[in-house]
Nanobody, 126 residues
Framework: QVQLVESGGGSVHTGGSLRLACIVS????????MAWFPQPPGKDPEGVAA???????RYVDSVQGRFTISLDRAVMTLYLQMNNLKPEDTAMYYC????????????????????WGQGTQVTVSS
C-alpha cells in the first residue's frame, strides 16, 4: 500500500529555514499530484504548495517567494524548502499525494488528495 513519511520539522526562530522531506513508497502512477498541507492548532489543513507530473507548481500567496516545493523522482521524495519562516507558519505539516491529472483550482484543496502522511511539526518562535 502507498506510504508517505515526513521528516525535517523542528523549532526555529523568525527568519529561519527548514527543509521538509516526504518519502513516498509504492506510489507508481504515470500522472499524479503532490502537495504540502500545514495544519495549525485548532484549524483545518490548508494547502500551501503543490506540484504535478509536469513539475508545474502552485503556491498560496502567503508563502510565494519563501517556500519551494520539489520532487526527486529518482528517490521518490517530495521536499518543501521553507525560508524566512514566520510565527504564523507554525503547524503540523502533512504531505499528500493523489494519482491523476487535476484542475489548477483543485491542487491546494485537501479533498483532492487520496494519500496522506503522519505529519511533522514546525514551530517558529519570535
Amino acid at each position: 500500500q502507498v506510504q508517505l513519511v515526513e521528516s525535517g520539522g523542528g523549532s526555529v526562530h523568525t527568519g529561519g529555514s527548514l527543509r521538509l522531506a516526504c518519502i513516498v513508497s509504492r506510489f507508481t502512477y504515470s500522472s499524479s499530484i503532490m502537495a504540502w498541507f500545514p495544519q495549525p492548532p485548532g484549524k483545518d489543513p490548508e494547502g500551501v504548495a503543490a506540484i504535478d507530473s509536469a513539475d508545474v507548481t502552485r503556491y498560496v500567496d502567503s508563502v510565494q517567494g519563501r517556500f519551494t516545493i520539489s520532487l526527486d523522482r529518482a528517490v521518490m521524495t517530495l521536499y518543501l524548502q521553507m525560508n524566512n519562516l514566520k510565527p504564523e507558519d507554525t503547524a503540523m505539516y502533512y504531505c499528500a499525494a493523489s494519482p491523476g491529472n487535476w484542475p489548477w483550482g483543485r491542487l491546494l484543496l485537501p479533498g483532492t488528495y487520496q494519500y496522506w502522511g503522519q505529519g511533522t511539526q514546525v514551530t517558529v518562535s519570535s
